[in-house]
């Protein structure tokens, strides 16, 4: 079975810090992982996506498939990164369409 | 710009009453998703919806049923609401094939059952 894990509930860095939320995940073939974001008031979008290796808003995510995993990095935290982040891996088979999320780490940067 | 409209941003009901969450997309999408989002248990898969009037159930499908009678509007039903259904609720989209796999979320509905 598929599954995503994100093993930090809460993650609080200073202003400035680097930042690095952890994603592992459990997949039999070959993966696709996504990071989403949640800001306060705000409706959870796409944040990255690992196909397009590129960096949002200063944020990049490597895909590990030696350690199964996917995590986001930014090497200067902002106070506006707070939000609540999801990694997610898409089904594969039938369903492929389908994402299955993790249960999400919420960061804080303090000033 | 893609839009995914819920009806109600808020919605207070009583155990036992039958509640319907709607969804609309703009966006001519084929897939239609219904979530809930809990604090410490994040994103759960309610049922989803491939085409008009398909279905299939997802995770935590017990005490939910869903209708798509027309491509845009994706309907969640709680047949005979609970007080551990009071939630946060999440729809989302995403087009068929064409690689991209990105899914559109509306705002949410704060469910809460008393």
């Known amino acids: 079975a598929q599954r995503v894990t994100q093993p930090e509930k809460l993650l609080s860095v200073f202003k400035g810090a680097p930042v690095e939320l952890k994603c592992n995940y459990s997949?039999?073939?070959?993966?696709?992982l996504f990071w989403y974001v949640q800001y306060s008031r705000q409706r959870l979008q796409l944040l990255l996506r690992?196909?397009s290796r590129e960096s949002i808003k200063g944020f990049t995510a490597d895909l590990n498939k030696g350690e199964t995993s996917f995590h986001l990095k930014k090497p200067f935290a902002q106070e506006e990164d707070s939000a609540m982040y999801y990694c997610?891996?898409?089904?594969?088979?039938?369903?492929?369409?389908?994402?299955?999320f993790g249960k999400g780490t919420l960061l804080t940067v303090n000033p | 710009d893609v839009k995914v409209t819920q009806s109600s941003r808020y919605l207070v009901k009583r155990t036992g009453e039958k509640v319907f969450l709607e969804c609309v997309q703009d966006?001519?999408?084929?897939?239609m998703f219904w979530y809930r989002q809990d604090p410490g248990l994040g994103l759960r898969l309610i049922y989803f919806?491939?085409?008009?009037?398909m279905k299939e159930k997802g995770d935590i499908p017990e005490g939910y049923s869903v209708s798509r009678e027309k491509k845009e509007r994706f309907s969640l039903i709680l047949e005979s609401a609970s007080t551990n259904q009071t939630s946060m609720y999440l729809c989302?989209?995403?087009?068929w094939g064409g690689g991209s796999y990105e899914q559109y979320f509306g705002p949410g509905t704060r469910l809460t059952v008393t």
């Open positions: 690992h196909i």
């Open positions: 919806s491939y085409d008009v009037k």
């Open positions: 989302a989209s995403s087009p």
């Open positions: 966006m001519d999408h084929e897939n």
């Open positions: 997610a891996l898409r089904n594969s088979g039938g369903s492929n369409y389908k994402l299955t």
């Open positions: 997949y039999s073939g070959s993966p696709e």
